[in-house]
């Protein structure tokens, strides 16, 4: 992956989250005939807050986008988050990070 950490201000919608799912050496995950979730929630255990499509913007490159929706962002905290990708012919599964770890969102109060 790319990405390890992400910032944003609370009820902050952009920018959008840009990713590119690679494996440990570099290698990026081919997205062609796949579909790609992203979730994130606040500790290990605990339920989603966010579990939606995201967009593939480059199949051959694992590059993908998801936009954040209303709610999403609403929460001030650390935020574990993953991209799970499905192979739609075999139904098989395969999440990004791959090595154990999560991305690190962060999402700190704003002003006002």
Not at 44 to 49: E, F, Y
């Amino acid at each position: 992956m790319t990405l390890t950490r992400f910032y944003l201000k609370q009820h902050d919608r952009l920018p959008s989250l840009v990713a590119t799912l690679q494996y440990a050496d570099g290698t990026p995950k081919d997205l062609t005939g796949c579909t790609v979730k992203f979730l994130m929630r606040r500790t290990r255990g605990a339920l989603a807050k966010v579990d939606a499509a995201a967009v593939v913007t480059d199949a051959t490159t694992g590059a993908v986008r998801y936009d954040w929706a209303s709610g999403d962002t609403d929460t001030v905290g650390r935020w574990q988050a993953e991209f799970e990708v499905k192979e739609t012919a075999s139904g098989k599964l395969e999440t990004f990070p791959n090595d154990q770890s999560y991305l690190t969102m962060v999402i700190s109060d704003d002003v006002a």
